[in-house]
């Protein structure tokens, strides 16, 4: 069957393959590494100092060892794999590439700010898609939204806000109604919800994921991004290619981190460590809460004022919600370590009398206790 492709930009076709040799990279600052929770690789940290002592320039470098392992880490082809210093810039050339003036791409809502940035600087128009429910949202409302005009449309999966997925069998549906229409899946949270439609990229040339190399990997504060798509669609996306002087130290890294499995699955392992705690002892101390298949939790509170001094006088990363519709009550909570989970459940225990909207409000209990049972048992297991 002959593959039929989404239209490009008109300004785009007449671009050459941009390559440019970039600046010096700046000193790299270690010390937010701890800052992103997460085991920081020694392997990336040794990449990084070797490619600082080289003093090497090139914003866009040969990235072919880097494309051979995230081809065996995803299980796609190499011809199918594109590199970018982040997942941002990524997202902005794709959408550079086949948006323009009297064009629209779709968003399903509530989504990162990112998105409706590139559309509106590819001169497009945002369509943002809301649905009733944030935690069960629906391709149907998606599909309606598709029109004439309609280029492109970007979904999280998971959603960044809500944690709600599509399934694989919504996103074919989708990919082969709007066969004429770039479908971008945000798979960054994938090494947390285990779940792709990489391998669809054979199949469709109107879609392309995108994912990055980040904090769960070891990379501390760097977040590599990469595209997966029909090598035709990669071929235009490096038309347009972002210059980034630090190119090279971030791709150095991320090929670093891809080859360091352990210090990923030490990462994981962390992360549903801390999830489990929340799950089993936030309902004992009286907070209602929905889980996600990503790093964070929706915290349901009382006293949204109140919720946020107390987050931010602990240190822990927080986000009111009560901006997007339906969420007026949530706090975005970082899942973070075990260690960190156990000090924001006591914090949050204490506090229960002032933010807890569920049952056994004000609880401390035997907490302390259970906290230490659970880290004794999980010891026991390794």
Known sequence: MEKKFVRIAGALLDSKLR???????????????????????????????????????????????????????????????????????AIETVARTYLEPEVEAVIN???????????????????CVDHDNPFDHQIEAIVNHIGP??????IENPNRITGAMFSEAEIVFLLAYAESTMVVIDERHFEHSGRT????????PNLTVIRSVSGIFGMGPLNMGY???????LEYFGRIEPIDPNAHLVYRAAEAALGDRGCLQRNRNA?????????SHLPEIGYTFQATPTDFLLLEVA????????????????????????????VKVEIGTPHAAELLLMELSLAAGHLATGHNRNRLGDLPNRLSADRKFVAATK
């Open 109 to 127: 809502a509530p989504a990162d700010e990112i998105f409706e940035a590139a559309i509106r600087g590819a001169g497009a128009r945002a369509v």
């Open 303 to 330: 006293d949204m004022e109140f919720a946020m001094r107390l987050f931010a006088d602990s240190g822990f990363n927080a986000e009111n919600l009560s901006r997007i519709e339906h969420l007026d009550n949530y």
């Open 197 to 204: 439609v990489a391998d669809l990229v054979s199949r469709f």
């Open 227 to 233: 595209a997966l798509s029909d090598p035709e669609n």
């Open 19 to 89: 390559r440019s040799a970039g600046d010096d990279v700046g000193e790299f600052d270690r010390t937010d590494a701890a800052r992103t929770g997460y085991e920081v690789s020694q392997a990336v940290v040794n990449a990084i100092n070797d490619c600082l002592s080289e003093r090497r320039s090139g914003a866009i470098e040969d990235t072919k060892g880097l494309c051979d392992c995230i081809s065996k880490y995803s299980l796609l082809h190499v011809e199918n794999i594109k590199c970018f210093s982040s997942p941002e810039a």
């Open 149 to 154: 005009r309609t280029r492109m449309v970007f």
């Open 271 to 279: 992360s549903e460590q801390a999830r489990a705690l929340y799950a």
